[in-house]
């Protein structure tokens, strides 16, 4: 296998991320003794951007992967292709991140199948190795390689959880939408609005949010108040950018609709 150039995935800006409690100092400490770690939270409250945030402030390369359910075992690790010359081995991101000393961010782990999730086993404990056992080869990690998941405990359900065995091998932090005064900066930061329209937007959310389980499975994330403002920020008027990016995605029912937009309406 060639040489893998780190620097691609290394993460040369600073991404903009707004600490909402102590989860920076406790990311580097777990860090420091290379802890897999779990997020936990909702979708869209900041989980993928604090990760960016860790591993530009740690200098680490940052390697992420999409989880889904028809994932198998081989797009993590590896698997052999068949070229002009016969078959050569390709290393998955995992093994890349194993070999190259990256943080490895596995985004929404609960979608993948549970014989996908247990190749991450021996990494997660003193071991710290990967078998590519279709190649007959053991990848010791590199010192600095730590392992991340992403995880939404809403979608739980008896059929798509971690198992215990699995949980039990990460640190983990909670995750939620930020205070009102934090997420309105952020919006405003994110967005490019003033502060009095994020204040809205986000007022706006906290509706939706109380009517998650009374007909919502979700409330407002802090991703979609944030589209909304970059809409208004676009010159779309205020309620339509708030129909477009707040309401719509939310859900299709009607008189639930009729609820959020009047909300909208009050706010804006
Ligand atoms: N604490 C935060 N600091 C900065 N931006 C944030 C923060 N929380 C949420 N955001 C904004 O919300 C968007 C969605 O966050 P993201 O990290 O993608 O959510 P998740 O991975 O939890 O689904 C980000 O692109 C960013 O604009
Ligand atoms: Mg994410």
Redesign the pocket.
């Known amino acids: 296998m060639s040489e893998i150039d780190r620097t691609q995935y290394l993460i040369d800006q600073e991404p903009?991320?707004?600490?909402?409690g102590q989860e920076v100092a406790l990311y580097e400490a777990a860090y420091g003794v290379r802890m897999p770690i779990m997020?936990k939270?909702?979708?869209?409250?900041?989980?993928?951007?604090?990760v960016e945030y860790m591993a530009w402030r740690l200098g680490r390369p940052l390697i992420t992967v999409a989880c889904n359910e028809d994932m198998s075992a081989s797009d993590l690790v590896g698997r052999f292709l068949l070229d002009i010359n016969g078959t050569k081995w390709q290393d998955g991101p995992l093994t890349v991140a194993a070999r190259l000393g990256a943080i490895c961010y596995l985004?929404e782990v609960v979608e993948a199948r549970q014989d996908t999730t247990v190749v991450i086993h021996p990494l997660t404990d003193h071991r710290r190795t990967l078998p590519l056992e279709k190649k007959g080869e053991l990848v010791h990690a590199h010192p600095d390689f730590q392992l991340v998941i992403?995880y939404n405990p809403r979608y739980q359900s008896l059929m798509k959880d971690l198992k215990q065995s699995t949980k039990q091998r990460f640190g983990a932090i909670d995750?939620d939408y930020?205070s009102a005064e934090?997420e309105t900066e952020?919006v405003a930061?994110?967005g490019g609005v003033e502060h009095a329209i994020a204040e809205k937007l986000v007022q706006i959310a906290h509706r939706s949010r109380n009517l998650k389980g009374h007909g919502l499975d979700e409330g407002m994330?802090?991703?979609l108040l944030?589209y909304a403002a970059q809409l208004i920020s676009r010159g779309v008027e205020p309620r339509a950018a708030a129909q477009m990016a707040l309401v719509r995605p939310l859900t299709d029912d009607p008189d639930m609709r009729d609820t959020l937009d009047a909300a909208v309406n009050t706010y804006l």
Do not use: A, M, N, W
């Open positions: 903009y991320y707004r600490p909402v997020l939270g909702p979708t869209g409250c900041g989980k993928t951007r604090f985004d992403s995750f930020p934090i952020i930061h994110e994330s802090t991703r944030v």
